[in-house]
Nanobody, 121 residues
């Protein structure tokens, strides 16, 4: 049973920082590209950062230079360090594989509960 347990969200002022964590279980961690996705208010869920098994990272243009994705293979964890936060970074953040993990049966895509990030003065 796959599980992605996100944590670390909260409310922060513009310019502040947060680090999100995701504990991953049920999959062989290094076989997948892992990613963080964001769903802003009234918006679709989009990928903001990804990291593959070789450690190669990629970022969305809106977060390039401000966010850093990393993994800890020993603990099967994925992290997202977010600096210089802006109000437009507000949303629910999810970790998942990329492409999104799918059970390939009636259960379809799997998503964890996510963690809310609010950037506001």
């Amino acid at each position: 049973q796959v599980q992605f347990a996100e944590s670390g969200g909260g409310k922060v002022q513009p310019g502040g920082s947060l680090t999100l964590s995701c504990e991953v279980s049920g999959i062989v961690f290094n076989f997948y590209t892992m990613a963080w996705y964001r769903q802003g208010p009234g918006q679709e869920r989009d990928v903001v950062a990804s990291i593959n098994g070789d450690g190669h990272t990629a970022y969305g243009t809106s977060v390039e230079g401000r966010f850093t994705i990393s993994t800890d293979v020993a603990t099967n964890s994925v992290y997202l360090r977010m600096n210089s936060l802006r109000p437009e970074d507000t949303g629910v953040y999810y970790c998942n594989t990329r492409p999104v993990f799918n059970y390939m049966d009636y259960r379809g895509d799997y998503w964890g509960q996510g963690t809310q990030v609010t950037v506001s003065a």
